[in-house]
């Protein structure tokens, strides 16, 4: 990690659709925080996991009542910052677009496409804040991502190293045609909330990166071709993010938090 040292601040876990808890985290403390920007998704559970030091978040709500549209991005960001987080592994279910992303399929994207709107994408906004500029050419730090490939090799998990993730709006998922156009666009895989997640850190300083888990295969493709059946993913989920917690128990081992 530029300009730290592994393991000597707390891994942020940022859980998404699927995880909204980490069953084998010691749980040491929670804690409500109040940030410039409004509540968080829920309070913060700071605990230890294979040894690692780690806080987590629930992106949608302990109880998943938050829309992907409705999170409240800056706050949940401002608030591990605050928890004195400098790396965050994002955790997403997405719809895989490319042929090798099916159902279960775990990934490591490497790039984004953002489809969103209406939502605050930017800290750097109001009449005090100058105009600030951040680079995004390569919008997953590469460190993080490096040490979830290797914790992914140490937990014996097979993961897809890179991918594009294409950010859309929701809640509603995609029609056929939509993902016939991200995939033109670039994309291998569509989820909701990569964006603004991604640059608000990298905005705040914290070296972030995503797991993804793909959920079922996107509008119009493989098994998803007549339509997404909805009950099918739930249980695919349950499966991934079992898998997902080896990873982030391995990570936490062997990187002491990346």
């Known amino acids: 990690m530029t300009g730290t040292t592994m393991g000597t601040a707390p891994l942020g876990i940022i859980g998404g659709s699927g995880l909204t808890q980490l069953?084998?985290?010691?749980?040491?403390h929670r804690e409500v925080v109040r940030t410039p920007y409004g509540e968080p998704s829920g309070a913060?559970?700071?605990g230890t996991?294979?040894?690692?030091?780690a806080v987590f978040l629930a992106r949608h709500g302990y109880g998943h009542t938050i829309a992907p549209h409705q999170v409240n991005y800056c706050a949940?960001?401002?608030a591990l910052r605050h928890a004195g987080v400098q790396r965050v592994v994002s955790v997403a279910s997405v719809g895989g677009i490319r042929a090798d992303l099916g159902p279960g399929v775990i990934?490591?994207?490497h790039q984004l496409l953002d489809y969103t709107w209406g939502r605050?994408?930017?800290f750097f906004e109001g009449p005090d804040q100058p105009v600030t500029h951040v680079d995004?050419?390569?919008?997953?730090a590469a460190a993080v991502r490096e040490a979830i490939l290797a914790a992914a090799l140490a937990a014996g998990e097979a993961v897809v190293p890179d991918g594009v993730y294409a950010t859309t709006q929701g809640p509603r998922l995609e029609t056929a045609a939509e993902i016939d156009r991200l995939e033109r666009d670039g994309a291998t895989m569509v989820g909701m909330t990569a964006m603004p997640e991604a640059v608000l850190a990298r905005e705040i300083g914290l070296e972030y990166a995503t797991l993804?888990?793909?959920?079922?295969?996107?509008a119009g493709r493989g098994q998803s071709n007549a339509g997404i059946r909805l009950e099918d993913i739930n249980h695919v989920l349950q499966q991934g993010m079992a898998r997902v917690r080896r990873i982030l128990q391995a990570l936490l081992q062997t990187h002491g938090g990346a």
């Not at 996991?49 to 030091?53: D, P």
């Not at 995004?136 to 997953?140: C, G, V």
């Not at 993804?212 to 996107?218: D, E, K, L, S």
């Open 23 to 28: 069953a084998e985290l010691e749980v040491r």
């Open 44 to 46: 913060l559970t700071f």
């Open 49 to 53: 996991l294979a040894g690692g030091e």
């Open 76 to 78: 949940n960001l401002w």
């Open 107 to 109: 990934a490591v994207p």
């Open 120 to 122: 605050r994408s930017t």
């Open 136 to 140: 995004f050419t390569h919008p997953y």
């Open 212 to 218: 993804a888990v793909v959920a079922n295969h996107a």
